[in-house]
């Protein structure tokens, strides 16, 4: 899938290999990069410029990655980033996601699995420049940006942010069941330990009160047994 528009990415990674080989290959895909050697540069150039998405590097000299994310969800909470790591400590990544991370990629990872990653956060990004912010549902529409609900019969209903994050995540991942844990790590962004799942049950039966999806035979958010939920397309 290439970008309707090119996007910006910055790289932030000290490796010279990696950083070049996931340079090339963005720009082969389409995008627009921009690129920093070390955690000084990197932060500099996370606070100060405009991208689309953020590739960054937990292990870095000057400033680490944690540091750098951190400053970046103090100024903006809405631009994505992933996490490149070549950590095999879980609470590293776990830390990640706390601070605002949307994804990680454990090194070595292949080409085709850090585009796979990159595509489907900026699908469920609101910071992607491209693309209908107005998504089509059965029997309403959603306004993303407002969060919004406008109905076939002229009634509007309204998303809390976690609502509207937790819809939009089931949206960018329709063509697959989507797990109660994967949905506490990304969009709650917890470690799946650290909250029940009935929490994820309650959002989601609260989700279906405001589309109107009857909870016994939904149309909207399906339940696949054993394996979580999954968005329907109209």
């Not at 994310?69 to 776990?94: K, M, N, Y």
Request: overall charge negative; hydrophobic content about 35%.
């Amino acid at each position: 899938m290439s970008p309707t528009k090119q996007q910006q990415i910055l790289v932030i990674e000290d490796d010279p290999a990696i950083r070049r080989g996931v340079l090339h290959t963005l720009r082969f895909n389409g995008y627009a990069t921009m690129e920093a050697p070390d955690g000084t540069q990197g932060l500099q150039q996370a606070l100060e410029s405009e991208y689309d998405l953020l590739l960054l590097d937990l292990v870095l000299p000057g400033h680490d990655g944690l540091e750098i994310l951190r400053r970046v969800r103090a100024q903006s909470t809405r631009v994505p980033v992933i996490i490149l790591t070549a950590r095999g400590d879980e609470d590293d990544r776990v830390q990640g996601l706390k601070l605002g991370a949307d994804d990680y990629v454990v090194k070595p990872f292949s080409v085709k699995e850090l585009m796979a990653r990159i595509e489907s956060v900026l699908r469920r990004s609101p910071e992607r420049p491209a693309g209908n912010r107005i998504v089509a549902l059965r029997g309403c529409n959603l306004d993303l940006g407002n969060r919004e609900l406008r109905f076939d019969d002229g009634e509007t209903g309204h998303l809390s942010e976690r609502e509207t994050e937790l819809l939009s995540y089931l949206i960018g991942n329709a063509d697959r069941a989507v797990t109660r844990d994967e949905i506490l790590a990304r969009v709650w962004r917890m470690n799946p330990d650290a909250l029940e799942t009935r929490t994820v049950d309650m959002h989601i039966a609260r989700l279906r009160e405001k589309l109107r999806d009857d909870p016994q035979q939904p149309r909207i958010i399906l339940t696949l047994r054993g394996r979580g939920y999954q968005f329907n397309a109209p």
